[in-house]
């Protein structure tokens, strides 16, 4: 955290990576299960919140910063913002051009 302009040059090459290996994910399963296709907004909520999921106890944990701490900005930004910045857009954006 120390790193100055290479941490956050860091930070936004993995953001971006985790945010296209999400996307990548969700179209990937899209293309078995048609319902992430036909339902695309309630999914997209659903998937959102396992992201938000999978990045707290799976990933974060995993880094040097260690097992999430939460509080209220947490259950903003992740839960809510999860599911309708990150799950929903993906999901709409999958049905629209993943046909």
């Known amino acids: 955290m120390q790193m100055g302009w290479t941490s956050a040059g860091l930070g936004l090459v993995f953001h971006f990576t985790i945010a296209f290996t999400a996307a ?15 339902h695309a907004v309630v999914c997209g909520l659903l998937y959102g919140e396992l992201v938000f999921l999978f990045m707290y106890f799976v990933v974060l944990p995993l880094t040097p910063l260690g097992p999430a701490h939460f509080n209220t900005a947490t259950y903003i930004t992740g839960p809510i913002g999860h599911t309708f910045l990150v799950g929903v857009p993906i999901a709409l954006s999958v049905r629209r051009l993943g046909r």
């Open 24 to 38: 990548a994910v969700y179209y990937l399963a899209s293309r078995v299960l048609r319902v992430m296709v036909e």
